[in-house]
Nanobody, 123 residues
Framework: QVQLVESGGGLVQAGGSLRLSCAAS????????TAWFRQAPGKEREAVAA????????NYADSVKGRFTISRDNAANTVYLQMNSLKPEDTAVYYC????????????????WGQGTQVTVSS
């Protein structure tokens, strides 16, 4: 069993930056692929980025490539999402997710989910 808790969300102006954190508890988190998803009001949950348990493989949605960076610190049981050059369309609740499978960008690829953290980008 893995528990995931997101933090770091908030209100930022367009062009600004935020860093989200996903703190994990439970055994063997370092063995889990971890991903970030987001869901805007009235829209489906969509993948943002994923990282393998070693950190050696990362995948990004086209909409965030070059702006967002996913990373992990297994010693600290934490995964990060550095978000730069934020746009109003990045406004959403951001969720952390974990699974033992590969770093895919699909919702059904993940068993464990956090409660989410709100990111609001003003224009």
């Amino acid at each position: 069993q893995v528990q995931l808790v997101e933090s770091g969300g908030g209100l930022v102006q367009a062009g600004g930056s935020l860093r989200l954190s996903c703190a994990a508890s439970g055994r063997t988190f370092s063995s889990y692929t971890t991903a970030w998803f987001r869901q805007a009001p009235g829209k489906e949950r969509e993948a943002v980025a994923a990282i393998s348990w070693t950190g050696g493989t990362t995948n990004y949605a086209d909409s965030v490539k070059g702006r967002f960076t996913i990373s992990r610190d297994n010693a600290a049981n934490t995964v990060y999402l550095q978000m730069n050059s934020l746009k109003p369309e990045d406004t959403a609740v951001y969720y952390c997710a974990g699974d033992l499978g590969p770093p895919v960008l699909t919702v059904n690829g993940y068993m464990y989910w956090g409660q989410g953290t709100q990111v609001t980008v003003s224009s």
